[in-house]
């Protein structure tokens, strides 16, 4: 994991995935569901690095420690509660994500590494 406190006291953690080459084609940040940065999205982010793309998971529950330090049954709550959405869209855009909360190229459940179109 990694983690970074941002120009206005933000806290980001996330996990970081490189292509073993060291060069990438561009960056990736993935943005995962409601279940926070899980070892399944740890995979995620190391099938789209194997493919040449520099992947930064975000954790979204960043603020309340990190998805490992939130119960399990108690992380889809915080995700949902009313105004997390925007203030998640927030810290990534304090972190220096201006593109976050837009869809850019193909809509985000279209791409998936066990579909085989990365």
Request: glycine share 12%; net charge positive.
């Amino acid at each position: 994991m990694v983690q970074a406190v941002w120009g206005n006291g933000t806290p980001l953690r996330g996990y970081l995935a490189r292509p073993a080459s060291g060069r990438s084609r561009a960056a990736i940040v993935l943005c995962p569901d409601r279940d926070g940065a899980t070892p399944y999205f740890e995979g995620v982010a190391r099938a789209v690095a194997k493919a040449g793309y520099a992947t930064l998971l975000a954790d979204p529950l960043s603020r309340a420690g990190g998805t490992a330090a939130v119960p399990e049954n108690d992380r889809a709550a915080l995700l949902t509660a009313p105004g997390a959405a925007e203030q998640r869209v927030a810290d990534l855009r304090a972190a220096g994500l201006r593109r976050c909360g837009r869809r850019v190229g193909r809509a985000p459940e279209t791409v998936h590494p066990s579909r085989g179109n990365l």
